[in-house]
């Protein structure tokens, strides 16, 4: 069975800084990894996904998300935040032919 | 946290036919979202069902194919309507639950719908 780990419910970051949302999966086979944004009042919106190839994901809004097999990781980091990137995140996995495996979501808070 | 029950977990169906996909939440919840998932792919957002009016199609689904009910603040459905294997997919149900100044994003279990 597949599962995602967020650590971190919440995350707090100044307009400026860096991002960094964390997420490791486990998953029997290669799994295709995925990071989606939700924004308050809408639905959830494709941040970037890894399926096969290069490890460093980039993505939309400036993120990015590194695939890493020897640590079963796939962090999202965005190297300066802006106000308008404060919304819930979530980190999920699939393994191609299962329903999408979801994180408990990270909230990211940005301060001015 | 909300718990969303959704039935059938999967089903096989033959070309033509339609198929209800049932989601139930154990409180009321204001917003409902249906998804779509390909094989590998991503999850695109099919509609918003809204309680007491009809559901706000994305582009590229129609109310005709997909239509959405939403009689309540815990249950909804989606009909994939005179199906072809071109709709062999995971559908996903969503909700939003809000509790104090935040909201949270929770998902159903899935429907693997099969069309021969």
């Known amino acids: 069975a597949q599962s995602v780990t967020q650590l971190g419910s919440h995350v707090s970051v100044s307009e400026g800084a860096l991002v960094l949302l964390r997420c490791n999966y486990s998953?029997?086979?290669?799994?295709?990894l995925f990071w989606y944004v939700q924004y308050p009042n809408q639905g959830l919106q494709l941040l970037l996904k890894?399926?096969?190839?290069?490890?460093l994901v980039k993505g939309i809004n400036g993120f990015e998300a590194e695939f890493k097999k020897s640590e079963t990781s796939f962090h999202l980091t965005k190297p300066s935040a802006h106000m308008s990137d404060a919304a819930e995140y979530f980190c999920?996995?699939?393994?191609?032919?299962?329903?999408?495996?979801f994180g408990k979501g990270t909230r990211l808070s940005v301060i001015a | 946290s909300a718990v969303i029950s959704q039935k059938p977990s999967r089903d096989i169906c033959q070309r033509g036919t339609s198929l209800t996909i049932q989601c139930q939440v154990d409180?009321?919840?204001?917003?409902m979202f249906w998804y779509r998932q390909q094989p590998g792919q991503s999850l695109t957002l099919i509609a918003t069902?809204?309680?007491?009016?009809?559901?706000?199609?994305e582009s590229g689904f129609v109310i005709d194919k997909f239509p959405i009910s939403r009689p309540n603040l815990t249950f909804s459905t989606l009909t994939v309507s005179n199906m072809s294997p071109e709709d062999s997919s995971i559908y996903l149900c969503s909700v939003v639950e809000r509790y104090g100044l935040g909201e949270k994003l929770f998902f159903g279990s899935g429907t693997q719908l099969s069309v021969l």
């Open positions: 409180s009321q919840v204001t917003m």
């Open positions: 069902a809204n309680q007491g009016s009809e559901a706000t199609y």
């Open positions: 998953s029997s086979v290669p799994p295709y």
């Open positions: 999920a996995v699939s393994d191609r032919s299962t329903p999408l495996v």
């Open positions: 890894y399926t096969t190839g290069a490890t």
